[in-house]
């Protein structure tokens, strides 16, 4: 996991405000699919947590969010706290997500390569935690530039 000062779950705890605190677990989730997804698709972790709706940014924005959904271990609602939004912005990021794959076959390929390639990485990251550390040491996204191009 990442430690507690760097963790993407623990800097934007609380945005939208809620009463008690994230479990490890939790916060290790949240992490570990932001590293994935950041990794995979090239786009800084400071970008998928943040508020911008650029293009770019919402497949691995939506990919955080369905990893940690599909982990069962993650509420909606602390989904949308651990990103600053409250479960209703989350809930229509998955649905508006999905209704365009539906309707769209270009982007459903291209999107479901990128999802598994980064679910494989978020499940390495499990196994191997310091791995993750590594990977996201060469580049943090949150001091604002973009991954370099071997990543």
């Known amino acids: 996991m990442i430690e ?15 009463r008690s605190q994230p479990s490890a677990k939790e916060k290790d989730i949240i992490d570990r699919a932001i590293a994935a997804a950041s990794i995979e698709s090239g786009v800084p972790p400071s970008a998928i947590v943040g508020r911008k709706r650029l293009e770019r940014y919402i497949a691995p924005r939506f990919i955080v969010y369905k990893l940690c959904m599909d982990s069962k ?9 651990f990103l600053g939004r409250d479960h209703g912005a989350v809930w229509h990021g998955i649905k508006a997500m999905t209704d365009w ?12 390569e990128l999802y598994e390639r980064t679910e494989k990485r978020y499940k390495e990251y499990e196994s191997d935690p310091e791995r993750m550390v590594q990977e996201l040491s060469v580049y943090d996204g949150r001091q604002g530039d973009d991954l370099p191009p071997e990543a």
């Open 101 to 112: 794959l539906e309707s769209n076959d270009r982007s459903r390929d291209k999107f479901r």
């Open 73 to 81: 271990a993650i509420k909606l609602s602390h989904l949308g706290n």
């Open 4 to 18: 507690e000062e760097s963790s993407y779950a623990q800097n934007e705890w609380g945005r939208v405000g809620r």
